[in-house]
């Protein structure tokens, strides 16, 4: 689970502050509006940006889950929603052509944040995203607390696999039989990494210390830089977006139902 | 010129929490700029001596400290651990768990982010480093795709970039091939900085300035590396294993002094012929066609390898880091599934085994031992694969017992597994696995962190394992235990085999190694000089007795 993708291309090259704007303009966009297609359009340009930064792979990646999103959301909303025009009835379901578009949009929805935190990662490695917090004036050790949760999955992950990987070279099948045996065989995973992680978690804060890591003290960043024309040209940018957007939801644009 | 003392420790003792006496009235002076190798068995007190002068005992690690401990003037306790940022920095032995950043330049800035250097002199010192250690390359490559032994090149360059007074290394080289270790060495070299490196290598440490031998928390012995190093029982009484040369003519430590010391004493070199007379015959075990791997479309690790193993072989794979050894050795076992080519066991594509099949058929043992201990006791962990594979209550208990015999582990049955030592944690690996007997067991890198007699033991139980008719294959960077016990070598370079030869053959072909990073043990090199094709010592010896 590593999204960045070492790439030299524009929006890799934006300033970490930019690219924290970049994100919560898509996710004030998502909550903005509900309707499918202003939803599906801000989507289709974000997956084509995460496309153009190289970040093919991620989207792959994370394809199932898109899917799975959007149905799981799109079906539960249609039985919700009781206003419009009923289409058809099942049992005490009533499904109305407003319920449909409806859950329709709020697939998009969670797929457009899904897919701006891809984009966000895909371009931004977790260093930038410390230090554009700390430009952005939030203090140093929570910057630094957040990324090092963000640092973790991976290695959390990889310290799995390779449990993972001892057990079934010594017979423990995870890929047969009945769910809850398949689920059952996963629990002799949890001691070891739980073991290795606090190990490593450890050995990490002695190599911190000796590093002479102490927050409270300052520091320079090796990613120092200040933002260019151009990444205020795109703050400024975005954040019209975001009121222009807000100003056309209140003018009656862009919403299935009035409501969140 | 009056020498400044940077270390100075007296009368130190240092007991942890649970009573274990770790250091015992230690005295020790270190000057400025000196180059310090400290070696010593496992739990001979090295890693707490490290420890505790970089300040981490008592600061961080709680211990019981007796004694003084003066680091650049200053006495440890008084400064209550703020002046030693800056004064003393430390790589680990356990190097995955100290790198934490996205890249490897961001990992080396690190330390110079905490001291506030200004960026641009970051990226210039950040460069500088890396190109003393080679490793420019790897600049932006995302640190957890990097080979066990880059990412300790990357652990030391990550400590080398902060210029601290004092830089200790504790053994953070277990991974790197024979170049690697070299150009740790030779950067050490280059500095001028005061360096501790606990190794245990004695070959190289003569370009040390001094060599300390430690045991049961004392300081045993020290002196310059050419006179400490010539004393083969005291070294082979802490664990480490002396060098060739000495072990041959007592008093000479280097090959070219060898060869000197034959041409002014004229001793007589006959040759022997050391291979066997009829070359055994062994049906294929394990046979590999053209197989390619790479993980998600990028670079092939692995190109088109051919490989046939016989049943019996001891075989050993080598290369320089990052060649692709461990992902062979993954797709032998099944772990890892070939791109294209065919993987044949036993003359069955290992695609038409049953996971559970196959894991009965080959065994491995992976680096790490904790990644393979999840029981509460020795004999659950040994029964654990044995359940698994469903075996009854008799046949797991007669077989936990030879397991047990085999790895010297006896007695140990209700211990908690993580309590045991590395060593001991290495031979309960390897008994998890020879318990259900596979008929290939495959190894990477099994005497890691293991000191000189732990390693023979390890490798004696290979050795009597492979005599009962099992297959071996070891991955290796140590050399020596290479030349002594395998049969067959293979020598990878960037995802291929250059080599696939009689291990006898292999380190003849000392040019080759080279171009490898890799490099016979020292006696097969002062054999190729003189023309003789030996792998040991006792068969070097044979050359010359009358």
Known sequence: MYLYVEKKEFFHSLHPVTKIFLLLAYLSVSIIFNSPIYLGLFLLLALAIIISAGG?????????????????STILWAFFIKEGKVLFKIGALTITDKSIVYGLGMGMRLDLMVVSGLLFFSITMIEEFTYGLFRLGLPFSFCF?????????????????????????????????????RIRNYFPLIIPIFITTIKGMDNLFLALESKGFKPQRGRTFYLERSPEFIDYSIIVFLILLVILCLFLRIRGCGFVLNRL | MIEKKIVEVNDLKVTYPDSKVALNDLNLVIKEGEFVVIMGRTGSGKSTLARTICGLIPRVIK?????????????????????????VGIVFEDFESQLFSSNVLLEVAFVLENFKMAPNEMRRRCQEVLSLLKITHLGLRNILTLSGGEKQLVAIASVISGNFKIIILDEPTTDLDPFGKSLVYDTLNRITNTRIFIDDDPERALKADRVLILGNGKVIAQGSPSKLLTANRLLLENGIRPIDTNQIFPGILTVDDALRHIKENRIEIRKVDFTPAVP????????????????????????????????????????????????????LCGLL????????????NIRHYTRRELAVLIGYVFQNPDHQIFCDTVREEIAFGLKNFGWNKEQIESA?????????????????????????????????????????????????????????????????????????IIITHTMWLVAEYTDRTVVMAQGRIVLDKKTREVFQNEEELIKCHLEPPQVCRLGNRLGLNVLTIEEFKQCISM
């Open chain 1, 56 to 72: 093919m792979e991620n989207i792959r990646r994370m394809g199932f889950v898109l899917i799975f999103l959007f149905c799981f």
């Open chain 2, 280 to 331: 055994e015959i062994r049906p294929p075990i394990i046979e590999c066609q053209s197989v390619s791997f790479s993980y998600n479309k990028g670079a092939p690790l692995l190109a088109k390898i051919n490989l046939m193993i016989n049943r019996g072989d001891f075989l050993a794979i080598i290369g320089q880091n990052g060649s692709g050894k461990t992902t062979l050795a993954k797709l």
């Open chain 2, 400 to 472: 936990i017992r030879e397991a047990l015999e085999v790895c010297d582990l006896k007695g140990y049955e209700e211990k908690d597994p993580f309590s045991l030592s590395r060593g001991e944690k290495q031979r309960l690996a390897m008994a998890t696995v020879l318990a259900f007997k596979p008929e290939i067991i495959i190894l990477d890198e099994p005497t890691t962190g293991l000191d000189y007699n732990q390693q023979k033991s390890v490798m004696d139980v290979l050795r009597y394992l492979n005599k009962r008719g099992y297959t071996i």
């Open chain 1, 145 to 181: 607390a957040l990324s090092m949760a963000f640092r973790f999955v991976p290695i959390f992950l990889k310290e799995g696999t390779i449990v993972a990987e001892a057990q079934t070279l010594r017979g423990l099948d995870r890929t047969s039989g009945n769910i809850l045996r």
């Open chain 2, 337 to 348: 599934i070939p791109q294209s080519g065919e993987i044949k066991i036993k003359n069955k």
């Open chain 2, 63 to 87: 211990a019981d400290l007796k004694g003084t401990i003066k680091i650049c003037g200053g006495v440890g306790e008084d400064t209550a651990g703020e002046s030693f940022a800056g004064n």
